[in-house]
């Protein structure tokens, strides 16, 4: 038993001197980044800048560290602290998955779906926007956003010059402070983790033979062994036995090159979607005329994707351009028509729900967004709580919506300065509550919401809108489901 003991308490001793060593490392690593940050801002007339760390392999979340040269840039920090970003989600989500930089010209008049704080950064000032993810030992460990009060469009030679700049104040502070050798990184190519894949296995080798025949040229023998390989798709789950067969039956097999559009044609627009079997396809947006393409979300397998899918993150601007492209050499797609006959199966644009497109039915009430989409309020019910969702925010989302106008009239009406900071931060916390009733639930932090308090402590009598009206919704939970009912396009 001594011995044992004495193993424990030696096994917890190493424990904690790890984990403190851990939390000392952190805590230069925010030193540091609180010093760069301030230096590239003041050299570069960049007005705001925040650093973002991993929590885990799953998100990214508001570090410490951060710069802000303005009140109205401050206010933008403290409303961001009650967010965070999954994989790919908004700049930081990106930029630690791809490793790439970006840059954009005003985030302030990007859609929702590729800037989440757009609404926010046009409250507060915030324009053009560069990101630029920062490795230690080969991973990245921070992404840092600098942020202009002016739209600054996109040029190579500007970003290079930035980049370079922001290395050269972050070799000085890392040589000052003693600590190893950081480096901002621009273009690296990631290691992908895989999911399992169905593509080695016995039945799509089984299927892709049959494929590799023009559907006039199919046996019912090579039909039935694309279907016992469509069971494994989650693009199939609710679709009906003899629309299952209808579309095995014109599946084609297609192998990419990277690089290589997905999407070729007028004739792969509608009613048209891609499962990816093996490899990954990127879906590739350009925000402004003259800037780059940037990777804004992957589809490895089973994923579906379809062009719909790029007119959904790109607000329907006809500024900004898309595409999906073949990610890796050898990428394996099946691509999937939907006939006349089938298509009342299939009234969402994408297969399964996605997030996305669910939220752009919020502005209007459940049964409504239900007969949209073709469903029943039981098949609502699922999905929304498949995607996190309590309550149907349409009623909130109506009432935040109402108070933004009723800020916006009165911004309008007060001039002094001090009205004006009073009704900015409020249009800033009504804005904080809209965005929590919007958004993916896993974007949202979950302890104590966070607001902006107007300098000085002032009380908000000026905005006379200190109470957002949060009357609530009937609730979407297991009590109330209705029997029965399939999800979207079932």
């Known amino acids: 038993h001594a011995r044992s003991n004495g193993l424990f308490l030696l096994t917890l001793h190493n424990r904690c001197g790890l984990e403190g060593s851990e939390m000392s490392a952190d805590s230069t690593l925010e030193t540091i980044l609180i010093s760069v940050l301030k230096e590239v801002c003041l050299r570069c007339d960049f007005v705001h800048a925040e650093a973002f760390k991993p929590a885990g392999n799953t998100m990214m979340v508001q570090g410490s560290a951060f710069y802000s040269a303005t009140a109205n840039a401050v206010d933008y920090h403290k409303a961001s602290i009650n967010f965070h970003y999954p994989q790919y989600a908004c700049l930081p989500g990106r930029i630690w998955k791809t490793q790439q930089t970006e840059w954009h010209k005003d985030v302030s008049a990007l859609p929702q779906s590729i800037f989440v704080r757009a609404e926010l950064a046009r409250i507060t000032g915030l324009k053009a926007c560069f990101a630029v993810p920062l490795a230690r030992g080969g991973h990245v460990v921070s992404v840092v956003l600098f942020y202009s009060r002016t739209a600054i469009a996109y040029d190579e030679s500007l970003e290079i010059t930035v980049f370079s700049l922001a290395n050269d104040v972050l070799a000085e502070v890392c040589q000052r402070h003693g600590h190893p050798p950081m480096t901002f990184i621009r273009g690296a190519r990631p290691a992908i983790s895989r999911r399992p894949r169905s593509g080695t296995s016995k039945v799509w080798e089984s299927a892709k033979t049959a494929l590799s025949l023009v559907p006039e040229k199919r046996s019912e023998e090579d039909v039935e062994s694309i279907i016992k390989f469509s069971k494994r798709l989650p693009f199939f789950k609710y679709v009906s036995t003899g629309a299952r067969e209808a579309l095995c039956r014109s599946m084609q097999h297609q192998v990419l090159e990277q690089g290589e559009p997905v999407i070729k044609g007028p004739d792969d627009v509608d009613f048209v979607w891609y499962i990816v079997v093996k490899g990954r396809c990127d879906m590739m947006l350009k925000t402004e005329e003259g800037g780059k393409f940037y990777a804004m979300r992957a589809f490895e397998e089973p994923d579906t994707l379809a062009f719909s899918y790029v007119k959904m993150f790109t607000g329907g601007s006809n500024t900004i351009l898309g595409e999906i492209r073949a990610g890796e050499p050898n990428t394996s797609v099946v691509r999937v028509f939907v006939q006349e006959e089938h298509r009342g199966d299939f009234r969402s644009q994408?297969?399964?729900?996605?997030?996305?497109?669910?939220?752009?039915?919020?502005?209007?009430?459940?049964?409504?967004?239900?007969?949209?989409?073709?469903?029943?309020?039981?098949?609502?019910?699922?999905?929304?709580?498949?995607?996190?969702?309590?309550?149907?925010?349409?009623?909130?989302?109506?009432?935040?919506?109402?108070?933004?106008?009723?800020?916006?009239?009165?911004?309008?009406?007060?001039?002094?300065?001090?009205?004006?900071?009073?009704?900015?931060?409020?249009?800033?916390n009504v804005l904080v509550l809209k965005l929590r009733v919007m958004l993916n639930p896993t974007y949202l932090v979950q302890s104590e919401l966070v607001h902006v308090n107007p300098a000085g402590g002032a009380e908000t009598e000026a905005a006379g809108l200190s109470n957002l009206?949060?009357?609530?919704?009937?609730?979407?939970?297991?009590?109330?489901?209705?029997?029965?009912g399939d999800e979207a396009g079932g």
């Open 469 to 484: 009206d949060v009357e609530e919704e009937a609730s979407l939970s297991p009590d109330s489901e209705l029997d029965g």
């Open 350 to 428: 994408t297969k399964p729900l996605l997030y996305e497109e669910l939220a752009e039915y919020f502005n209007m009430s459940a049964d409504q967004a239900a007969e949209r989409l073709g469903v029943c309020m039981s098949a609502i019910k699922k999905i929304c709580r498949r995607h996190g969702i309590i309550r149907w925010p349409h009623r909130k989302l109506l009432s935040a919506n109402k108070s933004l106008t009723l800020i916006d009239t009165k911004m309008n009406e007060y001039q002094s300065p001090h009205q004006q900071a009073l009704l900015r931060a409020e249009a800033i």
